[in-house]
Antibody, heavy 123, light 107 residues
Framework: EVQLVESGGGLVKPGGSLRLSCAASGLTFSSAWMTWVRQAPGKGLEYIGRIKSKTHGGTTDYTAPVEGRFTISRDDSKNTMYLQMNSLKTEDTAVYYC??????????????WGQGTLVTVSS | EIVMTQSPATLSVSPGERATLSCRASQSVSSNLVWYQQKPGQVPRLLIYGASTRATATPARFSGGGSGTEFTLTISSLQSEDFAVYYCQQYKNWPYSFGQGTKLEIK
């Protein structure tokens, strides 16, 4: 059974930084394309970014609201993905989900979701 | 960037009836379309991908249709557990994008 467990959320001041982790089990992590999605309180879902498997270059893609501020990385030896968030804004307040796609959908069809970790950006 | 628009925002249907939710893309996404269900306080759940392929454990009463820019999610006979928010999402071009959601509520 695939399990994704996020950690690292919390309260941070505007302009601050936070690093989220996603520990994965029950899958061949090294070949997985992994994605971060967030959901602001009472709002809809929003893609943040994805990281491809090393086989596909291990490259990352981001959406415009976080480009240049957020960085996704992975450590295949630890079956863990990370989200480094810098220059945080109040509008980054959300539950952050780690997700895994249906294979061969390019990180598109998100089959497995963690329980999410809440990030609150407030002074 | 592809904009996904769902309609209606809220749909009121009685249990046992049929519900049809719509999703429109601002440009063609071929069949690279997903539907998710989210209940209050829960994590989104994948229902349909590839516009019409049911995910594992998705009941047969859920069906997806369409291609290009127009898509539908049909629930043939609503059960109490189906009342939730439904999101469509395209994965044709990065950045992938979600619709704003349709809330399916009990009439």
């Amino acid at each position: 059974e695939v399990q994704l467990v996020e950690s690292g959320g919390g309260l941070v001041k505007p302009g601050g930084s936070l690093r989220l982790s996603c520990a994965a089990s029950g899958l061949t992590f090294s070949s997985a394309w992994m994605t971060w999605v967030r959901q602001a309180p009472g709002k809809g879902l929003e893609y943040i970014g994805r990281i491809k498997s090393k086989t596909h270059g291990g490259t990352t893609d981001y959406t415009a609201p976080v480009e240049g501020r957020f960085t996704i990385s992975r450590d295949d030896s630890k079956n863990t993905m990370y989200l480094q968030m810098n220059s945080l804004k109040t509008e980054d307040t959300a539950v952050y989900y780690c997700t895994k796609d249906v294979p061969l959908t390019g990180g598109g069809a998100l089959e497995h979701w963690g329980q999410g970790t809440l990030v609150t950006v407030s002074s | 960037e592809i904009v996904m628009t769902q309609s209606p925002a809220t749909l009121s249907v009685s249990p046992g009836e049929r519900a049809t939710l719509s999703c429109r893309a601002s440009q063609s996404v071929s069949s690279n379309l997903v539907w998710y269900q989210q209940k209050p306080g829960q994590v989104p759940r994948l229902l349909i991908y590839g516009a019409s392929t049911r995910a594992t454990a998705t009941p047969a009463r859920f069906s997806g249709g369409g291609s290009g820019t127009e898509f539908t999610l049909t629930i043939s006979s609503l059960q109490s557990e189906d009342f939730a928010v439904y999101y469509c999402q395209q994965y044709k071009n990065w950045p992938y994008s979600f619709g704003q959601g349709t809330k399916l509520e009990i009439k």
